[in-house]
């Protein structure tokens, strides 16, 4: 027989109301109580009917995290971090994927506003005035993406970028391009403002393009194209499409050309030649995305941008240009 609030209120010696109020309202019930409450209903096996306590705090105890392209290895540990800091809030998290639609970002979120306490939104595509009035509806937190007012996680991808131009440069290269991502990408839009921000460089954009593998197979020609001895790629799957696209029009990377790739990702660590890279903290991104959604959906007053250093990784798709 499974066991109930009654049983728990027993054990503990307490009227049922604090042993309900343990769970949806604890700020109501003396510390100690409360611990020996929780202490007894972990060693009865309770678990509180969340539907219920839906019904009492109006509270459904889940969040939404919604991401352009799940099939993206960036995206993964980002989730994994954030359902694990959820679940030590005794939150749920619902994944959703809006295969790079920001029609389809709209209508999730508004499927979503019903079922979640608050949503975290991943890169997304939708228009600064579209995501303002959906917030009116629901908490948001955005992750790499800036909209004035709204909380915010970045990961730096500015001062990555410098830092990949910079050993770009540092080996001889002198004419980069930089091939970007989605158009109205904020992580595109950062790496271009901080690549032409660097002097004694000759830096040419390439792109919009898809932030796929077939997105840096079909970027190669331009590259090949534009010059460029050294080229930053909007992500890793950009930049190992990329590699391949060169190979197959005779251009080897790094004898010829120098790749260097964003995120961090497995893929990049086992492809040949080895992808040098700017590394993404994700797994940082997602823990503290939730504590500012959760914030926000106590106190509705989370504000805020914090921001998280990212770092160059040099390996093998790199070098020195060719004189």
């Given at each position: 027989m499974a066991v109930t609030i009654r049983d728990v209120a027993r054990a503990s010696g307490v009227h049922v109301s604090t042993v309900s109020r343990s769970f949806s309202a604890p700020h109501l019930v003396n510390p100690e109580t409360r611990t020996r409450v929780l202490a007894v209903a972990e060693d009865l096996g309770y678990r509180p009917n969340r539907a219920a306590r839906a019904l009492t705090t109006g509270r459904t105890h889940n969040l939404g995290l919604i991401v352009a392209d799940i099939a993206n290895p960036f995206f993964p540990p980002l989730i994994k971090a954030a359902q694990a800091q959820a679940r030590l809030r005794d939150y749920h998290v619902f994944v959703a994927d809006t295969d790079e639609d920001p029609k389809a970002e709209e209508d999730l979120i508004q499927t979503l506003t019903k079922q979640v306490d608050g949503v975290l939104l991943c890169s997304p595509r939708l228009?600064?005035?579209?995501?303002?009035?959906?917030?009116?509806?629901?908490?948001?937190?955005?992750?790499?993406?800036?909209?004035?007012?709204?909380?915010?996680?970045?990961?730096?991808?500015?001062?990555?970028?410098?830092?990949?131009?910079?050993?770009?440069?540092?080996?001889?290269?002198?004419?980069?391009?930089?091939?970007?991502?989605?158009?109205?990408?904020?992580?595109?839009?950062?790496?271009?403002?901080?690549?032409?921000?660097?002097?004694?460089?000759?830096?040419?954009?390439?792109g919009p393009n898809p932030p796929t593998v077939a997105g840096g197979l079909a970027a190669a020609a331009d590259v090949v194209a534009s010059g460029a001895t050294g080229v930053l790629a909007y992500n890793d799957l950009v930049a190992i499409g990329l590699i391949e696209g060169l190979a197959e029009r005779g251009v080897e990377v790094p004898r010829d050309v120098s790749v260097i790739g964003v995120d961090d990702i497995v893929a990049g660590r086992l492809s040949r030649p080895k992808?040098?890279?700017?590394?993404?903290?994700?797994?940082?991104?997602?823990r503290i995305a939730v504590d500012m959604l959760l914030q926000s959906v106590d106190a509705e007053a989370a504000t805020g941008v914090t921001m998280l250093e990212t770092t160059l990784i040099v390996r093998e798709s790199t070098g020195e240009a060719r004189t």
């Open positions: 228009t600064n005035r579209t995501i303002e009035r959906l917030r009116e509806e629901i908490p948001f937190v955005l992750v790499n993406r800036r909209v004035k007012g709204m909380p915010t996680v970045l990961m730096d991808v500015g001062r990555g970028a410098r830092l990949a131009v910079e050993h770009l440069t540092e080996l001889g290269h002198r004419r980069l391009a930089v091939v970007t991502g989605p158009s109205g990408s904020w992580t595109s839009k950062e790496m271009q403002e901080a690549a032409a921000a660097m002097n004694e460089v000759d830096v040419v954009f390439l992808l040098t890279t700017i590394a993404m903290p994700t797994a940082a991104a997602g």
